[in-house]
């Protein structure tokens, strides 16, 4: 079923849930010795810590100080995607995008969300329409394939911790066929820039 947002208090979301203290824990000592985020370059104030990209795990990922991040992602089922520490610059934001496919759902986790400056707003995606605000230790899971778009209204980064999950309708056959479907499709035709890039 198609829905913007999906219920993060259950299985398998509830798992890493319990792990972002320790994750979190985890990335300040990553940014207590400058680790370095990438500028991809699109959009404009968004850089990024891959662990995981296109299904593969990123050589230049420190996983080895990180065990509690790289525990709790084991637990889940991947989808082959994108698996990131993803920072957005103040005032700076993704433009309103869809992805092709709903059998992929993103789940985020707050790691580092500015509160507003005065009692203004805070960081947040809007997904159809209906916002969602990254609070610290949260996690909340949504349906790329309907139109969102990101901004962050304050004077400091956010950061959050984002999983590309096979969506967790999906039975195991069903996850394994796609991800056969995919190898084939780039075994015969090879991926483009656009095919390759995901973010929020």
Known sequence: SATPFLDASAAP????????????EELDGLL?????FEDIGKPLGWRTMPIYYRGERQASFPAEECPQTMGALGKLRLAGETVAF?????????PRHVDPCSWVVA???????????????????SVAGE????????????DPSFKHETFNPTSQDRIILNIDLFHPELTDLECRVIQETIRLKKELFGSTEAQEWRGP
């Open 13 to 24: 979301f509830d798992a890493i849930r319990r792990a972002a203290p320790a994750i979190r």
């Open 32 to 36: 207590a010795r400058e680790a370095e």
């Open 86 to 94: 993803q920072r957005q610059s103040p005032g700076t934001g993704l």
């Open 107 to 125: 789940c985020h986790v707050g790691m580092v969300c500015p509160t507003g400056e005065e009692g203004g707003e805070t960081p947040y995606i």
């Open 131 to 142: 916002k969602y605000h990254w609070r610290e230790g949260e996690v909340m899971v949504f």
